[in-house]
Structures are given as C-alpha cells and as structure tokens.
C-alpha cells in the first residue's frame, strides 16, 4: 500500500522558514519521481517543484518561477523521504502543500506534479504576520 505523510507545516512570519518532510512507503523510492504541489482553496493546484533522475545516480530539480531561490526540493533515499526547504517565506506561498510521487515520471518539470499518481493527506503552511 503507497503512502505518502507530509509534516513540517506551520505558521510563520513572512521572511521565515520552513521545512516539509515527506516520509514514502509502498514502492521502491529510487524508482519513483517525486514532487510538491500546493493549492489554496478555490484555486487549482500549482506545481511547486519536482526531481526527475538524471542518470543512475543523480536527479535534476525543476521549480516553478515563484519558489526559485527561496524553495530547495531534495530526497534522502536511505530514509525514503522527500523534503522541501522553504525559506524567505512570502505571504503567497500561503497554501496547503502536497508531496507526491509517480512511477510514470510525466514530463514537463514541475507543472506536471500535480497529475502524480500518489500524493499525501497535506500540510498547511501559512506565512503570515
């Protein structure tokens, strides 16, 4: 059974950090690509950032243009978790955020992210002062 549990969301004052952790069970987590999406509420969701394998041994990181600079995406496979550094947190970033994941690996970087097979139940970040 697939799981994907996100933690690390919050309150926060804009200019701060965060940092979402993902932890993934169910499918081989080398196998997989993985991303983050965000939706606030009335809204559709947005791509946030996704990691596609280049190579056997390395992955290239695709942001969309709101988070580059301020958003770090990584994976540590020794603990089968996604993570999501967020720092110079804006207002805007206000959303619930998603991690997910598709053994598909879909094209199109981060846009793509919120099409995944599996994603996770959510974390709710709010940037706000």
């Known amino acids: 059974q697939v799981q994907l549990v996100e933690s690390g969301g919050g309150l926060v004052q804009p200019g701060g950090s965060l940092r979402l952790s993902c932890i993934t069970s169910g499918f081989t987590f080398s196998d997989v690509c993985l991303g983050w999406f965000r939706q606030v509420p009335g809204k559709e969701r947005e791509g946030v950032a996704s990691l596609s394998r280049r190579g056997s041994s390395s992955y290239y990181a695709y942001y969309t243009a709101s988070v580059v600079g301020r958003f770090t995406i990584s994976r540590d496979d020794a603990m089968n978790t996604l993570i999501l550094q967020m720092n110079s947190l804006k207002p805007e970033d206000t959303a619930m955020y998603y991690c997910?994941?598709?053994?598909?690996?879909?094209?199109?970087?981060?846009?793509?992210?919120?099409?995944?097979?599996?994603r996770g139940q959510g974390t709710q970040v709010t940037v706000s002062s």
């Open positions: 997910a994941a598709d053994p598909r690996c879909p094209s199109g970087g981060a846009s793509r992210v919120p099409t995944y097979n599996y």
